[in-house]
């Protein structure tokens, strides 16, 4: 079968099917009821005029909100294509040989599936959400730029075309080629969609394929929108603030848009540079990455430095979402607010310090290797910090089911199995065995698809009645989001016992024994895409046909006081508009007490505070750590000379980090750890382990760790020496948590707050 | 949802909102089975059928369209790997099939290097190793990329397959069905008291 045919007619018929849906909707929303029914408003008979009328205007728009929908529906666009080739991808390994598609076209789908994910669907999205909503949070007119805004936005679909021109010209050949002779088309059948990887590691990317020259020009440009709309969106949360609105109540998903925006500014412009580098090698003779200029190698280096703090770009803003959304539905405060900011901050950064870990198999020196695998497993830290306070947000909760509930519920869980089973491939061992199959596949998908996309679905459902004035379908909703969550989890958990089998992955073709298991893959794939149709069924027809809300308040925030600045816009709005009096909740309790901090000048007055109560956190706890290390140390020497703990094992710790087997050393970093990593985790884990007092609570936390501790550093004592072993854990475990605990009570840096939420931050 | 006149609700419909906030999406009259897990237990039928109906259909047509059979190869002029390694096989071109000869005509004029060999493959052995053919002068490396086997599953997966999407796609639509039906009978027994 010709691919680009079946692809461009599965496309066709999404949009045919949209607009049948549309016109359905319309017609019947024109038509009087017969029972005399009600005059319809306005007659939509849509004129050349009015289409014209209506093209100038989306196309010369600087509204944030007007262009936030532009970036929404191109990012739909986008993903409706790229999911396209991922159903085809599954189809065609339902048989164990490449009988539907050639393995030239599997390449090309799954090149193409990545990069369309990656690049076209996930930032416009989230940057369109931002564009709408982060003005409307933090009570600005517009963004910083608005024109700019504008132009960030339109260099995109020039770009996705470009990206995928070879599919264009494919479809424009094939079907030419049904009428003219052969010899005057062959420049369109020249291009193809390459099939180097979305990685597009040299030498495979130096193939002469000409699609791929624009396939790179492309992408670079995308990565100047990108970078655009990041600057903006930095500048707005930064300068348009309104008066009301200090860093510390910054509401968390503008928080996450200007990390990852920091992110952007830092990693696109390296990709930009990259993929120069690698066009000159391809037209211009240059050899950055031809094997007798700077390797190949070199071009997983500069793809990395940029490739995992993308990840990182298109997952905070999901979990920003989940940290607005979830506590909307549970009626209760986000829990740890400064926490999760603090590990967003941290991720950030060391997004920057791990992206040789995609490299453990390509021979980078032991040593070097070691320290990243450490700071990959670092890494973990945070997001796991996150994991806690959603799960405690929920905890005691009010838990409204609606599908935005189940769509965070679900991806929290998606989310826990693809984070842990990350780590491992963290670890270079397992990953040496692992690299190639499709465990990384089923690991990355579980986040890719398992929170991103399950965030997009939840803030489409959560802000609907505010984009349009009217209810979605509330049970096709609730049914929807089960189908996903179930779709997903059944997809790509069972890709990740293709992996357990070794199954590699990135082959066309595979031994007839995985089908019963690849066939699972694909009625799962088939179920998410069914659950997608429905989606877009859901949202085109309620915007003609939904019930209308009589109230701003819908998911009565109100009652909670969670109702928020972009809900009060739309109030507002709403009065003025429909002349829709203001709501009033039957009964309000307090979910938190925002922080109303005054607004100072200059940029380093505003971020100084916030600087010094992180400064005065982690000083607190970093000395509390120290004391409480040095007291364990004491203990643990006690078990040294006992002859129970084996000082070797301390040791060997300066050997995870790269550096050689030596006792100062890795006392060094025992003393690092427990002022530093411990401290920190406990700040945050600190909140939801059980006891009133700081102290009673450091012995809890002690105890847990010392778990991990005793496993750790176990060196092979058996019988009475084990037992003392383990009681000396514990007990120097019990001294660092009342060191710690005691040094943070009596300097007064963390505070307890009360179940039902958080008392300003000082 | 489906029925429906303009922004205001109309009586089947109750609203989505009153003044304080949401509305049950589920009402205590209605049964979960009938809302949740019918529509459930359709898109498991529409999600297998799906492939089952690809996988059979596609052997139906193969055939007929000539999707199978015919392997494809490229031919890569040699000069473009710097010199061609020792170890691979010399393959003379006067041992060509004729198929194959057309495969490789077909292949240095096309854009992308392939070909299709339609006809006898009689160096298929040497030719999925890959292996240098010189001809008219110019030396090829020339390799089979796909072989394009052809599927080998019961035909019988297609009506399978197609029944299972349309069952499936009555137990999506069931609790519209079911509403429909249930306002139906209402009326049907208002009418009759009245
Ligand atoms: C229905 C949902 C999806 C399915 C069934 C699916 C399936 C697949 C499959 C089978 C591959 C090929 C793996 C291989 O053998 O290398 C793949 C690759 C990939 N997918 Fe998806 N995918 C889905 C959604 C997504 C989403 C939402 C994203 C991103 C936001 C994404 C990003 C990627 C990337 C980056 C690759 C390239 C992996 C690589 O080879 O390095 N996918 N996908
Ligand atoms: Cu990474």
Redesign the pocket.
Same mark, same amino acid.
């Given at each position: 079968m010709n691919r680009a045919l079946v692809e461009v007619s599965l496309f066709g018929a999404v949009i045919v099917g949209c607009l049948l849906v549309v016109g359905f909707a319309q017609r019947l929303r024109a038509e009087p009821s017969p029972d005399g029914g009600y005059a319809t408003d306005r007659e939509r008979r849509l004129g050349l005029g009015d289409a014209k009328a209506a093209a100038v205007r989306w196309t010369t728009t600087t509204n944030h909100r007007e262009i936030g929908l532009l970036y929404i529906a191109f990012g739909t666009v986008a &993903?409706i294509w /790229? /999911?396209i080739d &991922? =159903?085809m991808?599954?189809t065609h $390994?339902l048989t164990p040989e490449a009988n539907l598609w050639t393995e030239q076209t599997y390449n090309e $789908? !799954? @090149?193409m599936? #990545?990069?369309t =994910? $990656?690049i076209f !669907? %996930?930032t416009p999205v989230f940057f369109g959400i931002g564009n709408y909503f982060l003005p409307l949070l933090i009570g600005a007119d517009d963004m910083a730029f608005p024109r700019l805004n504008a132009i960030g936005f339109w260099l995109l679909p020039p770009s996705l075309l470009l990206a995928r021109l070879g599919i264009v010209a494919e479809v424009t050949g094939a079907v030419l080629a049904v009428i003219v002779p052969n010899d005057w088309i062959s420049v369109l059948l020249a291009f193809q969609e390459p099939a180097i /990887?979305? @990685?597009m590691y040299p030498p495979l990317s130096l193939a002469p394929n000409p699609q791929t020259n624009f396939l790179l020009l492309g992408l670079h440009l995308s990565g100047i929108a990108t970078t655009i709309g990041a600057i903006n969106f930095i500048t707005t949360i930064i300068y348009e603030r309104d008066e009301s609105i200090g860093w510390a109540n910054l509401d968390i998903f503008s928080w996450n848009m200007l990390i990852t925006s920091a992110i952007v500014i830092f990693a696109f412009p390296l990709l930009g540079t990259a993929l120069l580098m690698l066009l000159f090698d391809r037209n211009f003779g240059t050899t950055f990455f031809a094997v007798e200029g700077g390797g190949p190698i070199l071009w997983q280096h500069l793809l990395w430095f940029w490739g995992h703090p993308e990840v990182y770009i298109?997952f905070l803003p999901a979990t920003g979402l989940m940290s607005l959304i979830l506590p909307k539905f549970v009626g209760r405060k986000l829990f740890g607010f400064k926490f999760i900011v603090y590990s967003t901050i941290a991720i950030g950064v060391l997004s920057f310090g791990v992206w040789a870990h995609h490299m453990f198999v390509t021979g980078v020196d032991p040593r070097v290797r070691a320290s990243f695998m450490a700071t990959s497993i670092a890494i973990a830290v945070p997001s796991a910090i996150k994991v806690f306070n959603w799960i405690t947000t929920m905890w005691n909760g009010d838990v409204r089911l609606a599908a935005p509930t189940i769509l965070c519920v679900g991806s929290i869980g998606l989310f826990i199995v693809g984070g842990v089973t990350g780590i491992f491939l963290a670890v270079i061992p397992v990953d040496v065995i692992y690299h190639g199959t +499709?465990y %990384? %596949?089923g690991h !990355?998908?579980l986040i890719?698809?398992g929170i991103?996309?399950l965030m997009m679905f939840a803030a489409s459902y959560y802000w609907y009645p505010l984009l349009t004035g009217r209810m979605y379908d509330r049970r096709l909703a609730i049914f929807q989001s089960v189908l996903l969550v179930v #779709?997903?989890a059944l997809? !790509?958990m069972t $890709?990740m016992a293709l992996g357990f089998l070794e199954l590699p992955?990135? +082959?066309a073709t595979y031994p007839a024994g995985f089908s019963g298991l690849q066939i699972v893959? @694909?009625v #799962? &794939?088939f179920i998410? #895409?069914i659950s %997608?149709l429905m989606w877009l069924y859901n949202m085109i027809w309620s915007y003609f046909q939904g019930t209308p809300i009589e109230t701003a308040d819908p998911w009565e925030l109100k009652a909670t006081e969670q109702f928020t600045p972009e809900w009060q816009w739309f109030e507002d709005r709403l009065e003025r508009k429909r002349g829709v009096p203001p709501s009033e909740p039957d009964s309000v309790r307090p979910s938190y007490v925002p922080a109303q901090d005054e607004r100072p000048l200059s940029i380093y007055g505003r971020i100084e505070p916030v600087a010094r109560t992180v400064a005065s956190d982690a000083g607190v706890g970093a000395t509390g750590g120290f004391i409480g290390t040095l007291l364990m140390s004491g203990a643990l020497l006690a078990a040294v000379v006992l002859g129970v703990f084996d000082l070797e094992s301390i040791a060997t710790l300066a050997t995870l980090v790269g550096l050689p087997s030596n006792l100062a050393l890795g006392y060094g970093l025992f003393l690092i750890a427990g002022t530093a990593v411990w401290p920190l985790l406990f700040l945050s884990l600190g909140e939801y382990l059980p006891g009133e007092l700081t102290l009673v609570t450091g012995l809890w936390y002690a105890t847990v760790i010392a778990s991990g501790f005793a496993i750790g550093f176990y060196t092979g004592q058996t019988g009475l020496e084990l037992v003392t072993y383990l009681l000396f854990v514990v007990l120097a475990h019990w001294i660092y948590g009342l060191g710690l605990a005691g040094t943070i009570a009596s300097l007064g840096g963390r505070q307890r707050r009360p179940s039902t939420g958080e008392g300003g931050n000082e | 949802m489906s029925s429906g006149d303009d922004p205001s609700p109309d009586a089947t419909q109750p609203p989505a909102t009153d003044e304080t906030g949401p509305v049950e999406p589920t009402t205590g009259s209605e049964s979960l089975l009938l809302t949740y897990a019918a529509p459930f237990l359709g898109v498991l039928l529409i999600a297998a059928g799906l492939p089952l109906a690809i996988v059979g259909g596609y052997v139906v047509i193969q055939d007929s369209v000539g999707l199978c059979g015919d392997p494809s190869i490229t031919a890569t002029p040699v000069d473009e790997y710097d010199g061609a390694p020792e170890t691979v096989e010399e393959l003379p071109a006067s041992e060509l099939s004729p198929a194959e000869r057309r495969a490789l005509e077909e292949a240095i004029d096309s854009p992308l290097r392939e070909g299709t060999v339609d006809g006898d493959l009689a160096n298929r052995a040497a030719l999925l190793e890959g292996a240098i053919v010189e001809y008219e002068g110019n030396r090829y490396y020339v390799q089979i990329t796909s072989q394009n086997s052809c599927l080998d599953v019961e035909p019988l997966l297609f009506p399978i397959g197609a029944i299972a999407i349309l069952v499936g796609i009555a137990g999506v639509l069931t609790p519209p069905i079911y509403r429909k039906m249930a306002g139906f009978e209402e009326r049907m027994r208002r009418d009759r008291t009245d």
């Open positions: &993903a /790229g /999911g &991922a =159903m991808i599954r $390994l $789908l !799954f @090149t599936h #990545g990069l =994910m $990656l !669907f %996930v /990887g979305w @990685t298109i +499709y %990384v %596949v !990355f998908h890719l698809m991103i996309p #779709g997903s997809t !790509f $890709l992955r990135r +082959y893959a @694909t #799962g &794939a998410i #895409g %997608v | -």
